[in-house]
């Protein structure tokens, strides 16, 4: 991504904001999060918008990280309907049976320990990749894992926020 604007940006900026908000719910469950850009705006470029949301990102009480990370389906298991979930989780999708059913139970451990998702930017990740991560990650504590979460999730929302900004993408438009 450039540090140039975009149309997008330009259309997330001069938007309603209840559709730019509505738009970036689609990037992070986060009403926190979300509210936090929207007042920011305009911005100049793309770059400081994925600044501003680094920075909001980074800022998430407990609470609001929790509820962004709960936006998020398990990996292995893409939300119905939700193409963002479907394109990130691509690589579980040419996974074996095995390493599909290992994730499943490894996400099930994962959440009773940590009580949340596990997060991690899948996009551009195997199903191998994915699944020894998860695998790795249980033996950490709850702060080392929330810190882990949250570098994660501002992963997650810069690539969705890029995405969102690329001239005629249907949710810059608010479609």
Not at 9 to 25: D, E, Q
Not at 28 to 48: H, K, M, N
Not at 124 to 153: H, Q, V
Not at 155 to 162: G, S
Request: proline content about 6%; aromatic content about 4%.
């Amino acid at each position: 991504m450039t540090s140039t604007s975009t149309p997008g940006l330009a259309r997330f900026n001069t938007s309603p904001g209840s559709v730019a908000l509505a738009a970036l719910h689609e990037v992070c469950a986060s009403p926190a999060w979300g509210s936090e850009l929207l007042a920011r705006r305009p911005y100049a470029t793309v770059d400081s918008l994925l600044a501003a949301s680094d920075t909001a990102t980074g800022a998430l009480a407990d609470a609001d990280l929790a509820e962004a990370m709960a936006g998020h389906p398990p990996i292995g298991r893409p939300a119905p309907g939700d193409p963002a979930s479907s394109r990130e989780q691509r690589g579980m999708s040419d996974a074996s049976d095995e390493v599909r059913a290992e994730t499943l139970e490894l996400n099930l451990a994962y959440q009773d320990t940590f009580g949340h998702v596990f997060l991690i930017c899948a996009t551009g990740l195997s199903g191998e990749r994915m699944r020894d991560a998860l695998k790795a990650r249980l033996r950490n504590t709850p702060e080392r894992e929330r810190a882990i979460a949250r570098t994660e999730l501002g992963k997650i929302n810069r690539i969705r926020l890029a995405r969102l900004m690329e001239a005629g993408h249907p949710v810059a438009e608010g479609k």
